[in-house]
């Protein structure tokens, strides 16, 4: 029994499991298993606290992402695609 009342999506990605797979940076155009097109890379933004005070969002790499429709999918954790990802010129 789930103590969830929806499904929770979790990931869980082991070290050196990205190693050798293709870089990703913002723009960087994939192939979209779920529509066949491709789609470009966007950046995660993040902020953080200093002296008390919030900064204000920058884009970082630490994960990368990409919209089909209206959704949006995770390709990537710090400038490296997940396993699967392919460019759109590789298509």
């Known amino acids: 029994m789930s103590l969830f009342k929806k499904e ?3 990931i869980s990605i ?3 499991e990205l190693k050798g797979n293709i870089k990703l940076k913002k723009g960087t155009l994939i192939a979209c298993p779920h529509c066949g097109g491709s789609h470009p890379v966007g950046l995660s933004k993040s902020s953080k606290f200093v002296n008390g005070e919030l900064t204000p969002e920058v884009e970082t790499n630490a994960i990368q ?3 089909c429709g209206k959704k949006t999918y995770m390709c990537g954790m710090d400038g490296t695609a997940l396993n699967g990802i392919r460019l759109a010129e590789q298509v």
Do not use: L
Request: net charge neutral; proline share 11%.
């Open 14 to 16: 082991g070290n050196g």
């Open 8 to 10: 929770v999506p979790f």
């Open 65 to 67: 992402f990409y919209s």
